[in-house]
């Protein structure tokens, strides 16, 4: 039986961000393969979890690829940006709090990802759009956070699906945005 490798990192990734401490017999199961499979494929959890964060990694990049991050006024590609990442915001939540990522230093995916969104928020300030009293670098961890907590809430049931996108970007960018002084 050939095993979709894609298909299990997919069902890995639904099941631990819903349960992070899942075992690897709860990630054959509900990949629908036997245990000894899923070894044949990732030796161990750390494998598996560095080869999600592999694929969680690509899937951000082409988010921010489809985002077109360069195009039109910073805080629209902010709302694009938003919109590409709520398919995998689940998968991304999960990541950047799974400690073991970061123990052996930090995969260099990471730093391009940075960048790409310090960019955008750099344009934004020079734009004159956004504030320039807060760091490109803290508007990143900001949307970091903004959508891992969406994520959460919206998987809890404390948030309707339907409003993960109005909730990110109006408080990102309610607090982001330049006032004009009259």
Same mark, same amino acid.
């Given at each position: 039986? &050939?095993?979709? #490798?894609? #298909?299990?990192?997919? &069902? ?5 961000? #819903?349960?992070?401490?899942? &075992? ?13 499979? *899923? ?9 598996? !979890?560095?080869?999600?964060? %592999?694929?969680?990694?690509? %899937?951000?990049? =082409? ?8 195009? @039109?006024?910073?805080?629209? =590609? ?44 750099? /344009? ?7 504030? !320039?009293?807060?760091?490109?670098? +803290? ?6 956070? *903004?959508?891992?907590?969406?994520? +959460? ?17 109006? *408080?990102? *960018? @309610?607090?982001? /945005? ?5």
């Amino acid at each position: 039986m &050939t095993v979709d #490798r894609e #298909r299990v990192l997919r &069902t890995a990734a639904a099941l631990l961000t #819903r349960k992070a401490t899942s &075992t690897m017999d709860e990630v054959a199961k509900a990949a629908g393969i036997g245990r000894a499979t *899923l070894h044949r494929h990732f030796a161990g959890r750390d494998a598996l !979890i560095k080869a999600l964060e %592999e694929f969680g990694l690509s %899937e951000l990049d =082409a988010a921010l690829d489809a985002a077109a991050l360069d195009e @039109g006024q910073a805080a629209d =590609a902010v709302r694009r940006l938003v919109a590409e990442v709520e398919p995998v915001a689940g998968l991304f939540a999960f990541l950047i709090t799974e400690n073991q990522l970061f123990e052996a230093g930090q995969n260099p995916g990471w730093d391009r990802v940075d960048a790409r969104l310090g960019a955008l928020f750099r /344009r934004g300030q020079e734009s004159g759009e956004f504030r !320039i009293d807060l760091s490109p670098a +803290w508007l990143t961890d900001a949307l970091y956070g *903004l959508v891992s907590a969406a994520a +959460w809430s919206v998987q809890d049931g404390r948030s309707a699906a339907k409003d993960f996108q109005h909730m990110i970007v109006e *408080l990102l *960018l @309610g607090g982001a /945005r330049r006032s004009v002084e009259k």
